[in-house]
């Protein structure tokens, strides 16, 4: 790979600066190409991940909401004490937990953004060059 690129360049130090200019901006369209791509694929996952947090927090939420209703159950059942065991003490109920929703956070991507910035930076650069 590093001796394919130092061929090129070889090879480009041959060329006129137009041939040159042109096959630089291919590289750095390519470029722009793989990052973008990069960009999609880094919002996609990170969408993916929110929503599984999100799915977590519901379950937890719910579990947690199922313990409390049954310690709930156990304080109001009538139970006869046993005095000649040891009663264990059980903790204050809590207040149930407060489910959140998952945000619907949406990531913008960029590409748009700079592929609209690219296409009029070539338009301005096709206009510069055909005059």
């Known amino acids: 790979m590093a001796q394919e690129f130092a061929d090129f360049l070889e090879e480009m130090k041959r060329r006129p600066v137009e041939e040159k200019v042109q096959a630089l901006s291919i590289v ?8 973008l791509n990069m960009t999609d694929d880094i919002g996609t996952n990170l969408n993916f991940f929110k929503t599984e947090i999100g799915t977590i927090k519901t379950e937890i939420g719910t579990l947690k909401m199922e313990h409390v209703q049954k310690e709930l159950k156990e304080l109001k059942s009538p139970s006869s004490p046993n005095l000649s ?10 207040p149930p ?4 929703k998952p945000k619907n956070i949406e990531i913008v991507s960029p590409r748009s953004a700079i592929m609209g910035e690219l296409k009029e930076l070539f338009k301005k650069r096709d206009g510069s060059s055909g005059k």
Do not use: A, G, N, T
Not at 85 to 94: D, N, T
Not at 97 to 100: C, R
């Open 97 to 100: 937990p407060k489910i959140e």
């Open 85 to 94: 065991q040891p009663q264990k003490l059980s903790s204050p109920p809590h």
């Open 28 to 35: 750095i369209e390519k470029l722009i190409q793989i990052v």
